[in-house]
C-alpha cells in the first residue's frame, strides 16, 4: 500500500469523475492518476483524453493509492463503498454522489468508517461519459460535506483541502438535510424538465413542426432531459422521500395557475408571478 | 407624412424593442429611429443609451416614419394597434407580441389591415426595460409571420427582408397554429419556472440555508421566473385555451414520475426518462 496522498484513484472516470480528474492535474494535487472503469469503451476513452494515467483493477488500484474517489452511480456506489472500506488501511476514501443518507447509514457500523469523507460537489452537466468531462468544472461552486463528525480529522482534513484549491466553497451538513435540500435544488429540476420534455414530445407525435419555434428560454428549461437515466433512476429511487414532498407542492403550485386561466383571475396570477419574481434575490 | 423606410418608430423601447433597435442601427436599417415610450424613466433610459435619437408622442412619431414597429404587453398591443391603423397612410405597422390571435382577429376587419404585419420573433430573455435590451439579439433564431397572406405584399416583403437582414430564419404560420406552438416552446416554460420558483421559495420560509447548495441546473430551470407579470399575464390570458391544455398534460407527465416514486418502480421509471432523453434530437 502506498499511503502517499498524491496517489489517487477515480473509480467511475465519467462527467464528475472525469472533471475532478482535470482539476486534479491542473492544480497539482495528484503525481499520478489511475482510473478504475468497468465500461471498457469508457476506459479507453479516458487514457486517450488523458484523464487518468493509467486504468487498473480495483484492487491493485486501492493498492497503489493514497485515495479513492468513488464517482458512480448511487446504487452503486453504496456496494463498492463498502467494497473499499473492507481493503483500505489508511487511504483516505470519498463519494461525489447526489444522495447522502442511505450511503452513511449503510456503512456507519463499518470498523474503518472514519477513512470514508461523503461529499457533493454541487456542479454538473446534462452530459455523461469520459467525453462529456471539461476544465474549469467545480469552480466557485458549493461542496457539501455530510457528517463529518464520522470521519478521521486527517481524511476530512485533506478532503475539505483539496475541494477547496480547487475553487470550492466547502459547507458541512447532516447527510439528512443535505437530502432535503438537494431535492429542492437540484432532484425537482430534473423531474420537471423529463416531464416538460415528454409533454413536448407527446404532442410532436401529431405535429413535427413544433420545434422549429424553439427558443432559449424552453431549451433552458428542457436541457436537463438530456440527463442518463442511469444516473437519475437511484437519485430518485434513494431520496424518493424529498422527492416526492417536493413534487406533489410543485404540482400543487401548478394547479394554481390553472385555476387562473381556468377563472380568468388576473389578479392572482399576477400575484403568483410577483411571488416567482423573488428568486431574483436567489439567483443574481 | 414620410414614407422613406428608413425613417422608423418603435413604440415601447424594452427589452425587444429595444434589442431591436440596436439590430437596425448596427445593419444601418435605418436613418432615424423614434422612440415612443408611455414610462418617462425609460424614455430617458432609450435616450442616453442612444438605443433610439429621439423620443415622441405617438401621433408626431407615426407621421414622421415609414415603418412603425409595436414593442409592446400583448395586452396594450391590441388596443394601440388599432390606433395606429386608424393614423396611418400608407406606412408599414408591424408588431413583435407572443401571441396572434386575438391580434389578427381584433384588426381583421380594419381598412388598414394590409399595412399590419403580424411578427413574433422567437428570442427573449427573463429580463425587461432598456437597460436589457443586449448586442446580437435574434441571430440565428427563428421568426413567424402570421397570416401573411392578409398584409399587403410590400409590407410583408419589408418586414421579411429586414428579419432576414437581422440573421432571422423566417417561418409563415396562421395565427392559430403559432399559439398553439407557442404554448408549448415557449409559454409553458414559463409557467413551469414560476411554479418552481414557488415551490422552492415556499420552502425556504422555514430553511433560509437551502439556496447555499443551488446549482447550475436549478439555475437554468427556474431562470425564467424572474419574467416580468406585465408581459406574461396578457400572453397567458389571451393564449389560455392552449396554455391550460400543455398545462395539464404536463401535470399528467409529472403524476406519472409521482406514482413511480410512490411504488418503487424503477423500470417505469427508466422508461420516461429514456422517453425524455429522446429532445436530444432536437436540442443540440
Known amino acids: 500500500m502506498n499511503s502517499e496522498r498524491k496517489m489517487i484513484t477515480i473509480v467511475g472516470v465519467g462527467l464528475i469523475g472525469g472533471s475532478l480528474a482535470i482539476r486534479l492535474h491542473e492544480k497539482k494535487l495528484c503525481t499520478k492518476l489511475i482510473g478504475v472503469e468497468a465500461n471498457p469503451e469508457h476506459a479507453k476513452q479516458a487514457l486517450e483524453l488523458e484523464l487518468v494515467d493509467e486504468i487498473l483493477p480495483l484492487d491493485e488500484a486501492i493498492d497503489q493509492s493514497g485515495v479513492i474517489i468513488l464517482a458512480l452511480p448511487v446504487d452503486v456506489m453504496t456496494n463498492i463503498l463498502l467494497v473499499v472500506l473492507d481493503k483500505v488501511k489508511d487511504q483516505i476514501v470519498m463519494d461525489v454522489g447526489s444522495t447522502k ?77 443535505h437530502d432535503l435540500h438537494a431535492a429542492y435544488v437540484s432532484h425537482i429540476s430534473h423531474v420537471t424538465s423529463f416531464a416538460l420534455a415528454n409533454t413536448v414530445l407527446e404532442k410532436e407525435k401529431e405535429d413535427e413542426a413544433i420545434f422549429a419555434m424553439a427558443s432559449s428560454g424552453f431549451e433552458s428549461t428542457v436541457r436537463l432531459a438530456k440527463s442518463h437515466p442511469a444516473m437519475w433512476v437511484p437519485i430518485f429511487l434513494q431520496n424518493k422521500e424529498n422527492v416526492l414532498d417536493v413534487l406533489k407542492e410543485h404540482i400543487t403550485q401548478l394547479k394554481r395557475f390553472k385555476e387562473c386561466l381556468e377563472n380568468d383571475d388576473e389578479e392572482y396570477l399576477k400575484r403568483l408571478i410577483e411571488e416567482a419574481n423573488r428568486i431574483k434575490k436567489i439567483l443574481k
Open 101 to 177: 443518507d442511505l450511503l452513511i447509514k449503510t456503512v456507519a457500523k463499518h470498523p474503518r468508517r472514519g477513512r470514508f469523507v461523503a461529499t457533493h460537489p454541487m456542479w454538473g452537466t446534462e452530459y455523461n461519459g469520459p467525453k462529456s468531462a471539461v476544465k474549469n468544472a467545480f469552480e466557485n461552486k458549493v461542496v457539501v460535506l455530510c457528517n463529518p463528525e464520522e470521519s478521521d480529522a486527517d481524511a476530512r482534513q485533506w478532503v475539505a483541502g483539496m475541494y477547496e484549491k480547487i475553487g470550492m466553497q466547502v459547507l458541512e451538513m447532516e447527510a439528512k438535510a
